[in-house]
Nanobody, 123 residues
Framework: QVQLVESGGGLVQAGGSLRLSCAASGRTFTSYTMGWFRQAPGKEREFVAAINWSGGSTFYADSVKGRFTISRDNAKKMVFLQMNSLKPEDTAVYYC????????????????WGQGTQVTVSS
């Protein structure tokens, strides 16, 4: 089993920055791609970013490319999402997830999820 716990969310003004963290338990953390998704009220959960097992490959949604950076520390079993130049439309609950195979962009291809952390960007 894998447990994922997100932290670092909060309220920030537009143009500001936040850094989300995801702490993972389980011995297989280093073998899997990890991803971040978000879900705004009344909307479907959407892909934000993913990083492969080594950290050598990263993938981003067009809406966050150039503003967000995903990274990982396998020794500490942590995944991070640095969010800069935040916009009100980035407001959502952000989830960390472990990929199980298939598309990096589909939430259906992630097996384990954290409880989420709220990010609110005020205008």
């Amino acid at each position: 089993q894998v447990q994922l716990v997100e932290s670092g969310g909060g309220l920030v003004q537009a143009g500001g920055s936040l850094r989300l963290s995801c702490a993972a338990s389980g011995r297989t953390f280093t073998s899997y791609t990890m991803g971040w998704f978000r879900q705004a009220p009344g909307k479907e959960r959407e892909f934000v970013a993913a990083i492969n097992w080594s950290g050598g490959s990263t993938f981003y949604a067009d809406s966050v490319k150039g503003r967000f950076t995903i990274s990982r520390d396998n020794a500490k079993k942590m995944v991070f999402l640095q969010m800069n130049s935040l916009k009100p439309e980035d407001t959502a609950v952000y989830y960390c997830a472990q990929h199980r195979g298939g598309s990096y962009y589909s939430s259906l291809d992630y097996a384990y999820w954290g409880q989420g952390t709220q990010v609110t960007v005020s205008s």
